[in-house]
């Protein structure tokens, strides 16, 4: 019998607020500042993924911030 422990660190939560809707001035979400794209292959990604969406997400929010 082995000793090893397979860590798992879980799913990678979405952004989603429940403010789904397509700003008509820009290609993302209003509510969770995620494109079409991303949010289409959302379901399906990996984790490293949805890490990899979560940072453009980060960057899109400091734009929307500067912006206001």
Known sequence: MSNTKIV????VESPC?????L???STYCIGCLRTRGEIAVWSTASNEEKRTILAAVAERQKRVSRQT
């Open 8 to 11: 798992t660190w879980g799913e």
């Open 23 to 25: 700003d008509s001035s």
């Open 17 to 21: 607020i429940g403010t789904c809707k």
